[in-house]
């Protein structure tokens, strides 16, 4: 195990540095998982102090993503390299099984109830169904071209899947497991997220710069909101009244009103930033930097960044452990 110090952001001054500490003080501690592709690692940080609590290598090539059972007791990660997935005890920080997916394994995402992970494979077109029960496939489900994320409604009675390559959203029954609708949703759709009561989703769409608002009920599409420079990771606040947009080529995260329906303003960050998490209690933002080998933490009250963690090579995919689990 290592602990790492994390590196300050130069722009502090003394009165930032006192609003720092003040946070930390009414922080909760979670821990921020890190997919790291170029060395085949996962950093853990501890986001009260900001600090590298341990790294790990489960064992797959080029993790991607990953995600975390409801309960917290276990990660998983996506390896794209491998084409399969790890389970990991959190608790313990070891692998406890491996589960073969399709080709590049993607994104994942743990049912509500615990008991399934799906498994979003862009090179074969499919997402791997995995009983965590029997610790087996249990199906695989054609969708679109390159699917990339997959995100469950609250209920747990309908997944989503973000197809990059044919542009559109696979809205899949979870229980039969088939298809019950197909959402246009722009080239390069990937980040998706769906706020607490299952009411709206939104969706990046890279290819043509922009993201998608859709009514998750309906399947209406309700606005599209412009944003250069290939918008890409999303992530929403837990009180579903904000959302968050990383624009790869921008290097901006945009803050965007679920209400209003619109960005209010463009947080500059790290150098082709891709993926975003927020913790628990919605105070703080993660964003992977790939081309600075570092994590960006963001203080969602001000709305600037609070520290810049040193992590692995090609840091990608990124996730906070549940709230329940501690």
């Given amino acids: 195990m290592r602990r790492q110090i994390v590196k300050l952001v130069p722009w502090i001054t003394g009165l930032a540095l006192v609003v720092g500490v003040t946070w930390i003080g009414q922080a909760h501690a979670y821990e921020a998982w890190v997919t790291n592709q170029e060395d085949h690692t996962v950093t853990v940080i501890d986001t009260e102090t900001n600090t590298v609590l341990d790294t790990i290598t489960p064992g797959g090539k080029k993790p991607h993503n990953v995600a975390f059972s409801p309960d917290g007791a276990h990660a998983f990660v996506a390896n794209v390299a491998s084409n399969d997935v790890n389970m990991i005890e959190t608790k313990t920080r070891k692998v ?4 073969p997916a399709g080709t590049r394994a993607h994104g994942l995402a743990v049912a509500p109830d615990g008991k399934q ?55 899949i029954d979870a229980k039969s497991r088939k298809i019950i609708t197909t959402i246009e949703a722009g080239k390069g759709a ?73 960005i209010i303003k463009d947080i500059p960050v790290g150098k082709r930033i891709d993926i975003i998490t927020i913790t628990p209690d919605g105070r703080r933002l993660y964003v992977t930097s790939r081309d600075t080998n570092t994590v960006i933490a963001i203080d969602t009250l001000t709305e600037k960044v609070v520290a810049e963690i040193p992590v692995g090579k090609d840091p990608h995919g990124i996730a906070v452990l549940p709230a329940s689990h501690h």
């Fill in 117 to 171: 992970l799906w498994v979003t494979n862009p090179g074969s077109n499919d997402v791997t169904v995995i009983d965590l029960q029997l610790r087996q496939t249990i199906d695989t489900i054609p969708v679109g071209k390159a699917p990339a994320l997959v995100v469950f409604d609250p209920k747990g009675t309908r997944a989503f899947v973000s197809n990059g390559g044919s542009g559109d959203l696979s809205v």
């Fill in 190 to 262: 990937m980040g998706t997220d769906i706020t607490w009561d299952g009411k709206l989703l939104l969706v990046t769409a890279g290819d043509v710069d922009r993201i998608d608002v859709i009514d998750a009920m309906s399947h209406h599409v309700k606005t599209r909101i412009p944003r250069e420079g290939e918008p890409h990771g999303l992530v929403l606040s837990p009180d579903g009244k904000r959302a968050y947009v990383v624009s790869r080529k921008a290097n901006v995260v945009s803050v965007v009103d679920c209400k209003q329906l619109n």
């Fill in 96 to 99: 406890v099984a491996t589960f």
